[in-house]
């Protein structure tokens, strides 16, 4: 059982192995080609691996990643958009690690401009990659395709801004959190019957109604029941925790 | 060695002293953390290079040049960067891959753009952006990068 369990763990690592067995028996001066050329890159690798590990331990270890995304809210702006930029290079891990923070800092006000910054950067612009890919690509690629990608990731940023607004990315997912209280943008028809009913708690925003209130307080709870029981299509959603 | 590896190495050498005198226990927990990580990588990184020893071997250069040599440029940025949105490789491999490809002949006009997009533009990531930023925002955020790979690709190529 083990050794099959060896292989699917590695997979790719076997594939190719299999594929080297096959050409040394077939072929045996290409493999031999192949193992030649495979050499000299993972030379290549092995001298730049060492310094990608010692950077990304020290950008965990020496920049307080907490400050920045505390600063983060308040600042707007270019200022908002460098540390972003930052925040995002320095972050280790595959895009969509980069989506639950952006969220997170949505909730705190952060501007669409900044997310799509934290997002693209997050994706792009790893500090200890750019080590890896001077190694391979050099130095003056490197540099050209890091200033360039910055310029376009601002510019995707101040797009995006435009285009999508901030409150219909707001309650998207929200009712996937512990939030008490949300509504479900893909489902709200913006008919404004809880604006009316409750104006404290529910308010229009692009077409769609959105929950304006920080904390839900016992005092809430029937009014959001009813609320809820009113609105057409379901959708909003609430949790009603501790109250009950 | 080149002098900017050994320049990268001095740097984080260096910064590995210090953020060691800073903070032990800090910089401990965070080699943990990075050796989990690339650990774990590690096997699919060694089997990528030897794969990329088999594809040098039986693609001949001449024919990589004709595909994604200078001739045929549009065409060429548009499979790479196709290629790119569509591929789910560690970027941490994809330079050595680009890499090889150039060493051959290969134009880094393609190259740009297939970079740009593996890491930028992800159809293998969208369901779970669109669930955590609506079909909308994740729609315009996949073609504006896929757009700006093409662009920054282009301007490589009259830069370098």
Redesign the interface.
Known sequence: MKPLQMIRK?K??F??GV??LA?LVTMPE?AT???????Y??V??F????????????I???IPKEMIIKRFGEKSGFMGNILALVLGSIS?????AA??I??MLLSKGAS?AN??IV??SW??V?VP?L???????G???MA??WV??VI??F??GA??NR??SRS??DA??TQLESDKLSIN??FCVGCGICVNMAPNIYEISDKKAIVILDTVLPAHHEIILATVKKCPTQAIAYNQGGIR | ?DI??IG??LV??V??I??LV??KQ??V???K???M??GSMI????????????V???IPPESIKSVLGSENTLMAVIIAALAGSITLIP??VA??L???F?DIGAS?VP??AF??TL??V?IV?FP??K????L??TL??NA??FG?AL??AA??EV??
């Open positions: 590695n790719l690592m594939a190719v594929t080297y050409l290409k080609q192949a193992f030649g050329n495979s050499v890159y993972l290549e690798m001298q730049v691996l060492p310094v990608i590990f010692l950077l990304t331990v020290v965990e270890a020496l280790a891990g595959p895009i969509y989506f639950p952006s969220k669409v997310v799509v997002i693209s994706a792009v790893k990659m080590a890896n890919e001077a190694k391979f690509l130095v003056d690629f050209a395709r360039l990608t376009f990731i510019v995707m797009v995006m285009l999508v219909s990315l998207i997912g943008s893909d | 060695m900017f590896t990268f190495w984080s050498i910064l590995f210090v953020s800073k903070s800090k910089t927990d965070a080699m953390k990075s050796k990580m690339m096997g699919e990184i060694v089997a990528i290079i030897f794969l990329i020893g088999i040098l071997t039986f970027a941490f330079f050595p680009v890499g090889s150039i880094i190259a740009v970079l740009t890491t930028m992800g990531t779970l952006e669930k955590a930023f609506g909308k925002f315009m955020r504006l990068s700006a662009v920054i301007a490589m830069i370098l």
